[in-house]
């Protein structure tokens, strides 16, 4: 009996410490989280803003939160019908990292791209779904041409996709995937276009293109071209079938560096500033798209853009 409550104190004595070093391990990284963020959040006296120009002006402001209340305050007061109009595109989400942060705290208008069948994509779609300045788009994943002409795939792949449309598909294989993805994603309940991932070699087939169009027709989505390949006939033959349709103008991180991607984000404005509206793809896996969006965005609201979903531009 001795032997039996000394037994049960030592297993107790180990759960409180497992526990407690838990916490601390928990604490630890929660902190040196809060730390690495810190330099996304502008200084309480002066934040520095950059036109395009390349001049420097100063604008005073207290705190982050009273920056970007100023923000949608001056995009809510705007004219639609003199608006710059930007819709920012983030592609590839589906697999929950550190680069969500950003992505969480933005306010202003983006539009998320989710591909299908990933390991957080339900998750991510239950939880972006709430935010009001969220829309979601189906990320479906589409064979490339087996060259570097692909712009997001550089390379031939097909494997590592629970869904992919391949050149191989019938027509009933094509519904059944793009029905199986759709469903997986809450379907119509959240979902209000489909883009594609990659699919150089897809979009450029107007009968498989026809036919991811027409499925895009019975439920409702528009179709957002990602333009992956100059080849694609996507924007082309859903226009031709009566289904809203956009397509992508720039790609702002092919190359993973933050210069270049403001560089990017200066040809959006001239495109926004020359033809009233622009649509960017940018992609969350790259090492510095949302640190860089995060600190334009409420620059470019300042400066007379203003974001809207892709929805809002398709035709």
């Keep these: 009996m001795i032997g039996s409550k000394k037994l049960h104190f030592v297993l107790f004595l180990f759960f409180i410490t497992f526990t407690v070093i838990n916490l601390l391990f928990f604490l630890t990284k929660y902190i040196l989280l809060e730390k690495e963020t810190e330099q996304y959040f502008p200084k309480v006296e002066t934040v520095k803003n950059l036109p395009v120009d390349g001049s420097e002006t100063s604008l005073n402001t207290q ?5 970007r209340d100023v923000a949608i305050r001056v995009q809510n007061k705007q004219d639609n019908n003199k608006l710059k109009q930007i819709a920012i595109v983030i592609d590839d989400l589906g697999i929950r990292t550190v680069r969500y942060y950003l992505l969480d705290l933005m306010e202003n208008k983006i539009n998320l791209a989710i591909m299908p069948g990933e390991e957080h994509s339900l998750d991510l779609v239950k939880y972006y779904k709430m935010k009001r300045n969220c829309e979601l788009l189906m990320h479906m994943p ?3 041409f087996a060259t570097k002409e692909d712009k997001e795939s550089g390379h031939f792949k097909t494997i590592g996709y629970k869904y992919i449309l391949t050149s191989s598909d019938s027509k009933k294989d094509i519904r059944s995937k793009l029905d199986e993805s759709f469903d997986s994603l809450l379907g119509a309940a959240a979902i209000s276009g489909i883009n594609n991932h990659m699919g150089s070699y897809v979009t450029s087939s107007r009968n498989m293109v026809n036919e991811i169009v027409r499925w895009s027709k019975r439920n409702k989505l528009y179709v957002l071209d990602s333009l992956t390949s100059p080849s694609s006939v996507f924007y082309e033959q859903a226009r031709k079938s009566r289904v809203k ?22 040809h959006v404005q001239q495109l926004a500033d020359k033809e009233g509206q622009v649509i960017a793809i940018g992609h969350i896996n790259k090492n510095y798209t949302m640190e860089v969006l995060f600190e334009w965005m409420p620059l470019a609201v300042e400066q007379g853009y203003t974001f809207v979903f892709v929805s809002e531009l398709a035709q």
């Design 63 to 67: 705190d982050l939160d009273t920056k």
């Design 142 to 144: 589409m064979e490339p």
């Design 245 to 266: 349709a956009a397509y992508n103008q720039v790609y702002l991180d092919n190359i993973d560096d933050s210069d270049y991607i403001k560089k990017q984000l200066e």
